[in-house]
Structure formats: C-alpha cells, structure tokens
C-alpha cells in the first residue's frame, strides 16, 4: 500500500515536470545587446529655475514736505521729465503768508536791535565817566544781547518760511519717466506723521532689473557674473538675457521656504519689458562650452561577466574612472580624467580620443514567454473576467448584468 502511494506521488511529480517543460519550451533564448554612445564636444549646461519681478533699476518716490491742496499737477503717466522741472504745485497762499509774518517779525526785531545798541553804547559811555551805576550798565547790556538773539531766530524763521514756499513748487530730482501718480489737482496732502508720496519716477526704462527669489538649497551655486535667460508671460516667444549682478545676503522666509534675493541685469532697448512683470529666470550655474564629453552613464557602466557569450572576454584595469569599450570580442576598459558633470554629460579631460564608442547600458531580450503560455500556465494568475472574455471571442462587449 505504501509502494502503491509512493509511485502515484511519484508519477504526479513527473507529470508536473513534464509540464512545466512543455510551458516553457517556447522560451527564446536569451540575448544580450549593449548602446553605445560617441565621445565628441558638446556643451555642458547646469541651470536652476526661479522667478522673479522686473522693475527699474533707479525709482524714486517723489513727495512734499509740506501740508496744501494741489494746485497745480504737469505730469501724468508715461511722462518723460528732467531733473529740475517742475512736475507739481501745492496751495501757497498760507506759506506766504507765513513767509511774510516771518519777515515783519525779523523786521521789528532789526528796530529794537538797532535802539539797544544805541542805548547800550550810551550807557557804556556813562559807564566808563562813573556816571551810571554797573547794575544799569549789566542791564542795558544783557537787553542788547535778548535783541541780537531775537534778529538771530527772526532771521531763521524767514528762512524756514522761505524753505518751505520752495517745498511747495515740487520738482523732478531725476531724468526719468512717471510712473505712478498718487494724487489729483484740488486734493489735499498733510504731512504731519510722513511724507505723502505723489509720484514714482523710475530713471531709465532701457535698463531694467530682475528680482528673483533663490530656494536656499540652490542658492550655493549662484554667482556674479553667471549668465541668465528669462522668459515673461507678455512675450511668450521671446527670450530675453541678462546676467546676475548681486547675490543678497537677506534671507527671506515665506511659509517656511527660505529664498534669497539675486539681482539680475535686464537690458531693455526696445522697452518691452515693463516694471512688474513676472519672470520666469533660468540661471546657468555651470557652463562650459565644446568640451570633449560622454555620458555619464557610461562612467557607471560595468560588464557582467554572467551576460557573457562564451567567446567573449573582459579586459580591466584598476582606475578610480574608467569607460569601457567593445572592440571585437573584447570588453575593454579605459582609464580617463573627468571634469564638470550636469549629471547626464560629463567632461573627459583626458584618456580616450574624439569619436570613440563607449559602452553606456545593455539590454536583455528573448526571455519572456508568450502571452498564449502564460494564459495556460496553471502556476499565473488568471483574469478576473476570463470567463465573459472567452464567451465574447475576446473582443467583443460583455453581456449586461
């Protein structure tokens, strides 16, 4: 009874052998190819991307020391101006007023100065034939310093009065172009706590500036001097370029994204770039150009010796970076001196010559079964829908449920 049970089990496990071995006696044999790839001069690129605002390179925010109703606006939008024209004016009815209450009072201070100098040096006069007593003396003296002293401030009050109607008159302080106005004729400025701000003149439009915010994992790698393109919405075609001038200490933290401010020059001579819009910047942090390069895969390459023909043979040396090529049968591995990587290209300084193909990745085909075995192999897994499939000849629509 035990033989009998032995040989059954026996012959099930031949059984599942024999069936396994007819499953797989459509595999294809397994082949191995490799790409390759050519050594030549190419450019090297190493670029980060950001955004960033453009705006002039020198604006000024114009506005009035002094409290009135403007009277008088000359400028609007777009306005060119020169440095010294007058640009605004505000009410100066009060502020001559004020001027010429200044000057009656430095005039009414001159008259008592010139009769307390008079009567000083008489009492000095007095003083000196014994005449007068010293108290006196001190007296008419100390009235005639008070009135030096009151010419002294009158004098200054003309000339803070006077300051002021200037203030009044507001002028350009730059060549430039407007362009923002923040108030109306008849409205109303006070300059109490701050100085009210009229206008915005930016000085040269032709030459614009990029502010661009730099995550700080990428800011290690930003310099001056580096080139720049950017792109803005307005001009989707366009490219535009510049370079970066300034690489800001300042850490700005936003949401809990550190950035830093990089300043990139924007020459605009044709003037379509315009204060405000958005850039989209791509610096190159790296960039060196025709240069003998490969991939970089094919430094990571290696020959396994188990994807071997049996005619073929390896050919290694001891290198820290090393290439490989195929020549004949042969396996080959060629010791080189690298440069600068962006990751996909890397620099070969020296060990292998313009043109030469080099081994980056292989590929193996043939050892899949076909679909047809792999539906009637018992040991996969079966679709789900199987059954509906068939009684629909595969590709038909299943019934409705």
């Not at 496990?13 to 790839?37: D, H, L, P, R, Y």
């Not at 008592?112 to 005449?131: I, P, S, V």
């Not at 007593?133 to 009151?150: I, P, V």
């Not at 800001?248 to 933290?253: D, G, L, M, N, S």
Request: aromatic share 6%.
């Amino acid at each position: 009874m035990k033989n009998k049970k032995l040989w059954m089990a026996i012959g099930a496990v031949a059984i599942i052998v024999i069936f396994v071995w007819k499953c797989s006696g459509g595999k294809k044999e397994q082949e191995v190819s490799f790409e390759t790839a050519k050594v030549e001069y190419q450019d090297i690129h190493t670029s980060i991307t950001a955004t960033g605002t453009i705006e002039p390179v020198t604006s000024v925010t114009v506005g009035t020391q002094v409290s009135g109703i403007v009277s008088k606006l000359y400028v609007d939008y777009n306005t060119v101006v020169k440095k010294g024209q007058v640009i605004a004016e505000l009410d100066k009815t009060n502020l001559t007023s004020e001027l010429n209450r200044a000057k009656a009072e430095l005039t009414s201070a001159q008259s008592t100065l010139t009769y307390e100098q008079a009567n000083f040096k008489r009492y000095q006069t007095l003083f000196d034939k014994g005449l007068v007593s010293a108290n006196d003396y001190e007296s008419a003296k100390l009235s005639y310093e008070k009135a030096r002293q009151t010419v002294s401030s009158a004098r200054e009050s003309v000339q803070k009065a006077q300051t002021n109607l200037g203030y009044a008159t507001i002028t350009s302080p730059i060549d430039g172009v407007v362009l923002s106005k923040s108030v109306e004729e008849g409205q109303t400025v006070a300059a109490s706590f701050n100085t009210p701000e009229l206008f915005t003149i930016a000085q040269d439009l032709t030459d614009m500036r990029v502010i661009a915010n730099i995550d700080e994992a990428d800011i290690g790698g930003v310099k001056e001097g580096q080139r720049v393109t950017f792109t803005v919405d307005a001009f989707p075609e366009d490219k535009f370029e510049g370079q970066v001038t300034q690489v800001r200490q300042e850490a700005t933290t936003t949401s809990n994204v550190v950035t830093y401010e990089v300043v990139i020059s924007a020459p605009n001579k044709d003037l379509k770039l315009k204060p405000g819009l958005t850039a989209n910047v791509t610096i190159f942090t790296l960039e060196k150009n025709h240069v003998l390069a490969a991939p970089a895969k094919a430094l990571r390459f290696i020959p396994n010796e188990a994807l071997l023909k049996p005619d073929q043979k390896i050919e290694d040396i001891e290198a820290p970076q090393k290439v490989w090529t195929l020549e004949g049968n042969t396996f080959k591995a060629h010791k080189v001196e690298t440069g600068i990587t962006n990751g996909m290209l890397t620099e070969i300084v020296s060990g292998i010559k313009e043109g030469t193909e080099v081994l980056v990745d292989f590929n193996i085909s043939g050892n899949e079964q076909p679909e047809e075995q792999q539906a009637q192999n018992p040991f996969m897994p079966r679709p789900r829908n199987n059954r509906q499939q068939q009684g629909n000849g595969g590709g038909g629509q299943q019934p409705k449920r």
